[in-house]
């Protein structure tokens, strides 16, 4: 997902007196550049300043292979899309495709894995020891210079032996929900071969800009059909949304519409609290949205996917919790509904409430693998440090999908609490405009913004609280996963 730099193997940002950050400082031109996929993650400090569109800096790019892959001249940079278009219509082999994002250097792992946070074994790249990044906060163990994986499989094991027990019809139900929908490796290589096209071309404008896959494509939570959600870092210091934000995405909407037009069909930029550019990649057939220094979702992907595999019950849950959500339309943020990450959030509080625990506050438990502060360059390492929760509670999979609807229809209090997976309780609302007269607050975990914002009409609020209470009468008297989720509909869909 992370992607190389020109400056890696450097040390972190240097302090502030020290800092000489020029507009647009140039990339060294002898050192071609790298570009990593989702399993290589490094990502190096560096420097900018204001952005604006009166300057593009003009930066020779040295020819790049892509393993087998003929060399990228400087001349054909923009014109690289559309050369990738016209090879993949012609019946390329997928193989000779994910030649560009992977390296063709097998070897075993010998990096000690956290296996409740797994990193399975495939192609990897790795770079001298002078080049690796140490982390003072994280000390990761393995071969040096190796930048360890990290790809969204579900485990490595082929058998899936780790994936939970289900004896009951209702259980059963949810996890083959769960294995047929659950987002693939193939998928997630569509995503990432996109990421680092895009990257390419938005660096000739933007030399020293990275492109980060975040959100559920990374953090354990995607479906097979999952939207894929980019976050464009263009400098250090955060961005005013309103302005310099809107005005970076103005120059990315224009690239896609003029040059990649044969790559990217309907760019659009909303302009919204977060503005993004909504497109759609033809080769991937993958819906994205992408915005600028949004950080935030860069660390909350790695917190969420810490959660996703300390305990095999969570992903299933999650999945079959989305798929409810879409199917009776309460999943759509657009028309003032829940989004995907607060229903997620809600699942999580829900498993960190019951009288025996299933999840902990990962926050509270670990701070210093998610300081909010810490570089983003750190960010990737913290799922490899947090070992494997073991809860006594031994709730089966239809249980706690019967338990998570009954929480929130009867006994979580809309009025007066906030649901706070950073404290792993229902917290007293706070009294801030932010939260004042809203109906559903959900707290994010870094920010502490309401996730749940979009929720604002109280005919919505009524609609989403009578779906719960349905789902759990229903749930409760049949126990069958078809009362509430067409399950033949669902994974035709996927």
Known sequence: ????????GRPPFPPKYQQQSTFFTKLPLNIPPTFLSHQQIVVPPFHFRAVTSAVTPVVTLQPVTYGSVSPVSTSDAL???QGRKRQSQQS????AKRQRIHSHDDYSDTAAVNKAVPLPEERRRSFPASV??????????????????????????PTESRLPVATD??????????QVCRQQASDLDRKELCRTELQREIQLIFPQSRLFLVGSSLNGFGTRTSDADLCLVVKEEPVNQKTEARRILSLVQKLFS???????ERPQLIRAKVPIVKFRDKVSNVDFDLN???VIGIRNTFLLRSYAFIENRVRPLVLVVKKWASFHDINDASRGTLNSYSLVLMVLHYLQTLPEPILPSLQKNYPECFDPTMQLHFVHQAPRTIPPYVSKNGSSLGDLLIGFFKYYATEFDWCHQMISVREAKAIARPDGIEWRNKFICVEEPFDGTNTARAVHEKQKFDMIRGE?????????????LNCILPLRAVKRKR
């Open 258 to 264: 003029t040059k990649l037009s044969s790559y990217i």
């Open 132 to 157: 690796s990044v140490p982390s003072p906060v994280l000390h990761a163990r393995g071969s040096p210079g190796c930048v360890p994986l990290l790809q969204d499989t579900l485990f490595p094991d």
């Open 169 to 178: 019809e209702l259980s059963k139900q949810v996890l083959e929900l769960f």
């Open 292 to 294: 600028v220094n949004n």
């Open 468 to 480: 719960f209470s349905q789902a759990w009468r229903l749930l409760r008297d049949k126990k069958d």
């Open 1 to 8: 997902m992370f992607p190389n730099s020109s400056h890696l």
């Open 92 to 95: 390329v082999p997928d193989d």
């Open 79 to 81: 014109t690289s899309f």
